[in-house]
């Protein structure tokens, strides 16, 4: 499923305009180049029926967009919500249900001294081949 997340990622245009192949698992690399995204799954809820698994599964996936300035930080944000939410497809051989925004978060990271929105999606999936 992190596969689909980062093929519809680097597919789309306006993402890719802004971030080329900058979009990375979990977190980013040392001094990375900006803006760039981090995507990570938080949770891994599967369908079960009485007879056992049903291959759907619906994890909660953290999208994380990085920025340099808060106006940048927004406009990559927005494109990534454009990208993901109400997603449903085949892409990297997986077939996505939907992908639903659930939340959305502006922060900003003394640390590194970067802006960063976190957004949580709701992806239904189907895990068998």
Do not use: F, H, N
């Not at 979009?23 to 029926?49: E, N």
């Not at 406009?75 to 109400?86: H, I, W």
């Not at 892409?91 to 957004?119: F, H, N, W």
């Amino acid at each position: 499923m992190e596969a689909a997340i980062y093929a519809i990622l680097v597919a789309d245009g306006t993402v890719s305009g802004l971030v080329s192949t900058r979009i990375y698992p979990v977190k980013l690399p040392q001094s990375p180049d900006m803006p760039a995204i981090t995507y990570s799954r938080v949770s891994g809820p599967r369908i079960q029926t009485i007879a056992g698994p049903s291959g759907l599964a619906y994890p909660r996936v953290q999208v994380d967009s990085w920025a340099s300035t808060y106006t940048g930080i927004k406009t990559l944000a927005d494109a990534v919500r454009q990208a993901l939410d109400g997603y449903s497809g085949t892409i990297a051989s997986i077939r996505i249900g939907g992908i639903m925004m659930d939340g959305e978060l502006d922060l900003y990271e003394p640390g590194v001294e970067e802006y960063r929105v976190t957004q949580d999606y709701i992806v239904w999936y189907d895990e068998t081949p």
